[in-house]
């Protein structure tokens, strides 16, 4: 009943659509293939292919993701060997491109994960410093970015920007997935509670929202009366504190929406507030250059630090390891870190060029600290790795004066100079701790990540060189691999192998060329490579 017959055009062909008896576009036209016309459609059809096919090659190219799941799967392995009893030395990682199968997730390397005292015998946070670019993702429409969340899960990147918009970013490939008008004036604060289940965000008119995991609004608050600077929840997630350029701040009750208190005396507008993670106790920072702490049962201050000589944008209390260090940063170009037991300031950091904008802890890593400044650089901290020189002058120079105390100071283990063209509002560090998110008034979100072994461009990106032309991101985005291969001739790529080097007590008292005076004329007497540059927590840049 449905077997071939012949149409019209003296050819079988089957009601069924099978072409095995249909000839092809060329074979139509063999018998006139002489014809000019005939051979004008036959070459922009072959065009045409070619075209179709050179389309498709492009389709292919790689997309640069950065997978935690790989180092993960193999730190599990290492466990149920019994192979991570102890910490992993730092010898393990060589300046060879094999070597980053070896590498091992943020949580493998933190002291919380190492509880011996044998174990913690490395500073294995030197191996997680975020200073390998990424990605960088920016509206179409764009605006300037105030405030970033990480999602609890860590899978999205949620960016609060100036329109009021809420713009999500996959936190794996970094491409956009939705935006939505959440507010009607600039966004300038996020806060995602402690159970994960909660979102407030801020904005400038003072208007707090509810909102779940799936971004349904479910309540609004009039919460100030003026722009809402910071959000923070309590530690059990039943109450939530919120600071304004109203000059106060105010403890809401967060099932029923009702201020509870307000904590009234910073006599100008304040920029910055949060709770404690498991203290009674609150922070706040202001443009009258106080950092306040208070108890939050009785409204009333506990005391005044008068540390700051300009306005304190950022407070934050340290989130792992003990718990007992508060960090704030302020527009004089410093950094304070302030111990809550001994209530004195332990360090200040004053090694920026111009004034601080934020700072934020690292969520695994209790002693690594990430600031920002307004000239769009970036800088890294660790706490607990200043190794002193041999000449301990060079210490007494570094202290400062606070009351009867000497408080000292540390230089950043790293520094990213260019990290962004304009002033960095937002820093935020994945829930995972492999991942750092920054964003500003240049209107990008940039991602970070660890450096990778044998990197031979590591300090030749644009970040660092300031080489920045036209869309030069994206010759760092769209590599199939993360080392990129140095494009200079080959003796300066040969050069870029050596491991660089930057040992306390070689500093500036030895000479490279093998004639300086160390004190020691062994060493002395030994030429170094002459592009000795250095090793991140070893006073290095």
């Not at 036209?29 to 922009?44: G, I, M, R, T």
């Not at 065009?47 to 179709?52: K, M, S, T, W, Y």
């Not at 180092?71 to 149920?80: A, F, S």
């Not at 300031?345 to 111009?354: M, P």
Request: aromatic share 8%; hydrophobic share 30%.
């Amino acid at each position: 009943m449905y077997g071939n017959r012949s149409n019209g055009n003296g050819y079988n062909s089957n009601s069924y659509g099978n072409n095995n008896g249909r000839p092809s576009y060329n074979n139509r036209y063999n018998n006139n293939s002489n014809d000019p016309k005939v051979q004008e459609k036959l070459a922009a059809y072959n065009q045409n292919i070619e075209q179709q096919l050179a389309s498709q090659e492009k389709k292919t190219a790689h997309r640069r993701i950065v997978d935690h799941g790989n180092n993960m799967g193999r730190w599990y392995i290492h466990k149920n060997l019994g192979l991570s009893q102890r910490q992993q030395a730092i010898g393990s990682i060589r300046p060879e491109s094999s070597y980053l199968i070896d590498l091992l997730p943020t949580l493998a390397y933190s002291s919380s994960s190492n509880l011996g005292a044998a174990n913690n015998k490395n500073n294995m946070a030197v191996m997680d410093i975020q200073t390998k670019f990424v990605h960088l993702s920016s509206n179409k429409v764009k605006h300037s970015i105030n405030a970033v969340k990480w999602t609890p899960e860590g899978r999205r990147l949620l960016v609060a920007s100036h329109s009021g918009e809420f713009t999500i970013w996959n936190g794996m490939t970094f491409n956009f997935e939705t935006i939505m008008q959440a507010h009607d004036s600039q966004i300038l604060a996020l806060q995602y509670s402690h159970n994960d289940e909660w979102l407030l965000s801020g904005d400038s008119n003072g208007v707090i929202k509810y909102w779940q995991p799936n971004f349904n609004n479910v309540n609004i608050l009039n919460g100030h009366t003026q722009g809402i600077r910071d959000i923070a929840f309590s530690p059990n997630d039943s109450k939530f504190l919120t600071c304004g350029d109203d000059s106060t701040l105010k403890i809401w009750n967060f099932n029923n929406g009702k201020e509870e208190r307000s904590l009234a005396g910073h006599h100008w507008e304040v920029k910055s507030a949060d709770w404690h993670p498991n203290l009674g106790l609150i922070v706040s920072g202001s443009k009258d250059n106080l950092v306040k702490l208070w108890d939050p049962r009785s409204s009333t201050c506990v005391t005044t630090l008068h540390g700051f000589k300009h306005t304190v944008n950022k407070c934050r209390f340290q989130p792992t390891g003990t718990k007992r260090l508060l960090a704030s940063v302020s527009r004089d170009r410093s950094c304070r870190v302030f111990d809550l037991r001994t209530m004195k300031d332990i360090l200040v950091l004053r090694d920026s060029e111009t004034d601080l904008s934020c700072v934020s802890w690292h969520p695994t890593h209790a002693s690594m600290l990430t600031t920002a400044a307004y000239n769009g650089s970036m800088s890294h901290y660790l706490l607990d790795s200043y190794i002193p020189d041999s000449n301990t002058s060079e210490l007494s120079k570094k202290s400062t004066s606070y009351g009867s105390s000497s408080v000292g100071s540390i230089e950043a283990v790293h520094r990213i100079p260019y990290a962004h063209e304009r002033a960095i509002h937002a820093l935020e560090y994945h829930p995972l701790g492999h991942l750092l998110c920054s964003a500003g008034s240049d209107k990008t979100a940039r991602f970070w990540s660890r450096a990778r072994p044998n990197d031979p461009m590591s300090y030749k990106d644009p970040l660092y060189t300031d080489d920045k032309h036209g869309a030069w991101y994206y010759s760092v985005n769209n590599n199939i691999n993360a080392v990129i291969e140095d494009p200079s001739g080959s003796k300066d790529r040969d050069r870029s192998h050596t491991p660089g080097l930057n040992l306390p007590g070689l500093g500036s008292s030895y000479d490279y060329n093998g004639n300086g005076n160390s004190g020691n004329g062994d060493i002395a007497a030994t030429p170094a490579p002459s592009n000795w540059g250095s090793i991140p927590g070893l006073r290095g840049h």
